[in-house]
């Protein structure tokens, strides 16, 4: 089916938008391209040194350009439980490339830190920049010239955009996306958000909250509510980087494992040796761009990719704007109701029919475009299937039914959850900023109150804790933007907030700072760009101004004289404490050159 108008109108304004940009890459692109196999324009010994520990008859092939080589890039380590599983899986790819006549050498290892345990803490300030980092250690990996197609095993938040980042900057070569998958279903995680509530209010101890939290993080996969990481799994196959069916197969299964093999053939199939030669640059287009913001819209997906979908477009030439995003959001329903969006986890996403239900569903309306590339092939459609073993213990697909297998956490797209997607953009005298109301009730998507100024997301806990905080406000915590402190969560203020809310207090949140794909039922305007650090009038709200937060008509104003509000002074705050401690130190630069938040907050070009 053709796409919808409006996605028709949209795309090709970004196309239009992207052509300088776009053109420009794809002529870096192909003239990589043409030059076929790059291990021929390596001296000896460069080739000497990079299959010294190959075996004789690797070294032969390697050395003859006739087999096609795979370089692993890995994000394994043992602090991300989404991550842990990969340990084991260059072993598997190795076996299974030489089965399949070729070579796969660990490329490099890129770092990967978990968001869960820097939550609250100073190594929070270095997540964002990860991301560039990421693209960069994986770039360093790739510049070795040895390979002709990378695989990406790489799952949670900054990992897999900085990983895109670093695929697309190498576009020449295909790129595969290989998922570990979910951990198991433990603790319901409306059951952890009440633990944490009550700890809030001093009614739990300690114990209480830390086994409450064990029973939900209790193993190997990715954390089981609809944050960042389960984002990316999700635009990672709707995108056209994943095999079909494989984001939400669970580790340590045979399936997974079948999974992993039969992407790493896939791989080597589509490198230039082939016939199906695929580059990563070639495959991913405006239209697979448009399609990842379907999907965030369609599943209440994280916040965090209003910025890293703008940065992984731009590595490809691709102009994306939160402006393209909020009008998608106008037409795309969601269908989705995975925590915190809903009382289901992902793995109930997957068991109701998952991605192969979602993508089925929106092609049915045209609100996605099906006539796109992906390392399986030519066309969306192939992914309307779920990934299943057969007698031999290889991936097979089945077409997904019609039906949810459970209505309650996947709609059809003739009775969507709600009309519009989960993420708008907010506009008014503060600046820009994003909100997701997927999870926010509708009799809350307006908040008129005064505002209550905070410097740091220690200053409010510590308020909420005094009991100074009973009352209808709208909390403005700044100084927490990309310039200021590399922009960490805030979900601290989460618990407090829900306890407030829930106490019949009209509250919100106005940040420069982050909330990620945990964002739920208090409204949040976050990401405000211009950041106070940068001379932003969030620098220039006081005490008791009243500010309006209407989520309808996509609006942020402090309800000040305009003249006046451009009168005052900016606040300023000593930002030292936020400059050393926990390699902070090392990312000065980063906070130094970071563009602004709607453009990605990266400090690439």
Not at 81 to 104: F, K, L, M, N, V
Not at 119 to 135: K, N
Not at 360 to 366: C, E, N
Not at 543 to 555: F, K, N, Q, S, Y
């Amino acid at each position: 089916m053709a796409a919808h108008s409006s996605i028709e109108a949209i795309t090709a304004r970004i196309v239009e938008r992207s052509k300088p940009h776009r053109e420009a890459y794809l002529d870096r692109v192909r003239r990589a391209s043409s030059k076929g196999p790059h291990r021929a324009v390596l001296s000896c010994g460069n080739l000497a040194h990079g299959f010294a520990v190959c075996s004789p008859a690797e070294k032969e092939a390697l050395a003859g350009d006739v087999i096609p080589n795979l370089g692993i890039i890995t994000a394994y380590n043992d602090m991300l439980s989404a991550h842990q599983p990969y340990e084991t899986y260059p072993a598997i790819i190795r076996d299974a490339a030489r089965e399949a006549g070729g070579i796969a050498q660990v490329a490099g290892g890129v770092p990967a830190m978990c968001d869960g345990v820097t939550q609250g803490q100073p190594g929070m300030e270095l997540s964002l920049f990860s991301r560039d980092a990421i693209a960069m250690a994986a770039g360093i990996g790739l510049s070795h010239n040895m390979f002709d197609a990378a695989l990406f095993l790489g799952i949670c938040d900054k990992i897999v955009p900085g990983l895109v980042i670093a695929a697309l900057s190498f576009g020449h070569l295909p790129a595969v996306f290989i998922p570990a998958g979910p951990m198991t279903t433990g603790l319901p995680n409306d059951e952890k958000s009440r633990i944490r509530q009550l700890y809030a209010e001093g009614k739990v101890g300690r114990a209480e909250l830390l086994e409450a939290e064990s029973k939900s993080y209790h193993g190997p996969g990715t954390c089981t509510f609809y944050g960042t990481a389960n984002s990316n799994q999700m635009l990672m196959e709707i995108m056209g980087f994943h095999m079909p069916g494989a984001s939400f197969v669970n580790p340590g299964t045979p399936l997974r494992d079948a999974l992993t093999r039969e992407a790493t053939k896939r791989a080597l199939a589509i490198t230039a040796l082939g016939n199906e030669f695929t580059p990563a640059g070639e495959m991913i287009d405006e239209r697979s761009i448009v399609n990842g913001v379907v999907g965030l819209h369609a599943t209440g997906g994280s916040t965090n990719h209003t910025m890293h979908l703008v940065a992984m477009a731009r590595a490809a030439g691709i102009q994306l704007t939160w402006q393209d995003i909020s009008e998608l959001s106008d037409i795309i329903p969601l269908l989705a109701r995975v925590y915190p969006n809903g009382l289901s986890d992902v793995n109930h996403f997957h068991a109701a029919g998952g991605i192969g239900f979602l993508i089925k569903q929106l092609l049915k309306k045209g609100l996605l475009h099906d006539d796109v590339r992906t390392v399986f092939g030519h066309g969306l459609e192939a992914y309307t299937v779920e990934a299943k073993l057969d007698a031999n213990g290889s991936v097979m697909r089945e077409p997904i039914p019609d039906e949810s297998g459970d209505p309650k956490v996947l709609a059809r797209i003739e009775a969507p959850f709600q009309p519009t997607g989960g993420l708008k953009m907010l506009t008014g005298n503060i600046g820009r900023s994003v909100i997701k109301i997927s999870a926010v009730k509708p009799e809350r998507h307006v908040i008129q109150a005064p505002a209550i100024v905070f410097h740091d997301q220690q200053e409010m806990q510590d308020a909420f804790k005094r009991g100074e905080l009973n009352r209808d406000f709208i909390a403005v915590v700044r100084f927490q933007g990309p310039k200021a402190n590399g922009m960490p969560e805030l979900h601290r203020l989460t618990p407090p907030l829900g306890v407030l809310q829930d106490r019949g207090f009209k509250v919100a949140l106005v940040t420069d700072g982050r909330m990620s794909g945990a964002s739920g039922k208090v409204p949040a305007a976050i990401h405000i760009t211009p950041e106070a650090a940068d001379g932003g009038p969030i620098a220039r709200i006081r005490d008791g101004d009243m500010i309006r937060l209407d989520a309808v008509a996509g609006t942020l104003e402090v309800l000040v004289d305009a003249a006046e509000l451009a009168a005052r002074p900016l606040a300023e705050t000593d930002l030292s404490e936020n400059e050393f401690g926990m390699g902070r130190e090392l990312f000065a630069s980063f906070r130094r050159n970071a563009g602004p938040a709607d453009q990605g907050a990266s400090v690439f070009a």
